[in-house]
């Protein structure tokens, strides 16, 4: 009898210890997932140009370069970075 309760008791624990285990790959694949809802949230920003352009920051070309209005979209993509990442 003290042998079934031993068993039931190492059970138990071994089931309580991998629920557990289960928690932070379930909040890495929400950190995923909320990442690649904010680079799809910057590239949409992107392409339908809500932010107005702004001072030139950074000219690369002639027509091309990175805009004060494009400065939100970066901090979404650093955002978006830093939680796949961590």
Not at 10 to 29: G, H, K, N, Y
Not at 30 to 43: D, E, K, M, N
């Amino acid at each position: 009898m003290a042998a079934r309760t031993t068993c039931f008791a190492v059970t138990s624990w071994l089931f309580a210890t991998l629920e557990l285990m289960e928690i932070p790959s379930r909040r890495a694949t929400q950190r995923r997932i909320l990442a690649f809802v904010l680079v799809v949230l910057a590239i949409g920003l992107a392409v339908v140009d809500v932010i107005p352009s702004g001072v030139v920051l950074v000219s690369l070309t002639a027509t091309h370069g990175i805009h004060a209005g494009d400065l939100p979209l970066l901090a979404l993509l650093v955002a978006a970075g830093c939680l796949a990442i961590w």
